[in-house]
Nanobody
Framework: QVQLEESGGGLVQAGGSLRLSCAASGRTFSTSAMGWFRQAPGKEREFVAVSWSGGITLYADSVKGRFTISRDNAKNTVYLQMNSLKPEDTAIYYC?????????????????WGQGTQVSVSS
């Protein structure tokens, strides 16, 4: 049974930083895509970043230059370093993974999801 467990969320002031972690168990994702999505109250879930085999990464325009996705395949873990946080980054952040062999910025492309971790940025 595949499980994704996020950690690292919290409350931070604007301009601050947080680092999210997502540990996968039950299956190795070392050659697969793992990414992050977020959902703010009253809004649809939106793509944040994805990391794929070979070091390929993709970011949403809204976080480019501020967020960095990385992974430790030995630990089956993906990270999201978030710097220069803004109040509009406030959301529940979800880790996602797929064994499909491709990477995507579309939520429907991912078959495995974590429970989410809350990130709140105060102004």
């Amino acid at each position: 049974q595949v499980q994704l467990e996020e950690s690292g969320g919290g409350l931070v002031q604007a301009g601050g930083s947080l680092r999210l972690s997502c540990a996968a168990s039950g299956r190795t994702f070392s050659t697969s895509a793992m990414g992050w999505f977020r959902q703010a109250p009253g809004k649809e879930r939106e793509f944040v970043a994805v990391s794929w085999s070979g070091g390929i990464t993709l970011y949403a325009d809204s976080v480019k230059g501020r967020f960095t996705i990385s992974r430790d395949n030995a630990k089956n873990t993906v990270y999201l370093q978030m710097n220069s946080l803004k109040p509009e980054d406030t959301a529940i952040y979800y880790c996602a993974a797929t064994l499909s062999g491709t990477y995507s910025n579309v939520a429907a492309s991912y078959e495995y999801w974590g429970q989410g971790t809350q990130v709140s940025v105060s102004s």
